[in-house]
């Protein structure tokens, strides 16, 4: 089972950017997909972003000219780039892993605190 550990949350201002980073312990070029979840106080988890292993990327339409998932398979990490950040996208984000074997995402990170003031 790969073990995920997120950074780079913090606190930003409205129009502002952050980077998130999710380092995985093993080589990310053997999942499925990778993606990224966010769970804001009091509602359900729901997709960010995915990005498959052939590099295809979907975007929830909240996010979409927004957030930019990527990642460096010479570096077992995926990146979620968020720009024009919303106080609405204040949530705790999780990053995510399917493995080939399985019909969605069946590893989880611990969680980092975005919170957007406004």
């Known amino acids: 089972q790969v073990q995920l550990v997120e950074s780079g949350g913090g606190l930003v201002q409205a129009g502002g950017s952050l980077r998130l980073s999710c380092a995985a312990s093993?080589?990310?070029?053997?999942?499925?997909?990778m993606g990224w979840y966010r769970q804001a106080p009091g509602k359900q988890r729901e997709l960010v972003a995915t990005?498959?292993?052939?590099?295809?990327?979907n975007y929830a339409d909240s996010v979409k000219g927004r957030f930019t998932i990527s990642r460096d398979n010479a570096k077992n990490t995926v990146y979620l780039q968020m720009n024009s950040l919303k106080p609405e996208d204040t949530a705790v984000y999780y990053c995510?892993?399917?493995?080939?074997?399985?019909?969605?995402?069946?590893?989880w990170g611990q969680g980092t605190q975005v919170t957007v003031s406004s």
């Open positions: 990005i498959t292993e052939g590099g295809r990327s």
């Open positions: 093993r080589n990310i070029f053997s999942m499925k997909a």
């Open positions: 995510a892993a399917q493995h080939w074997s399985t019909s969605g995402m069946d590893a």
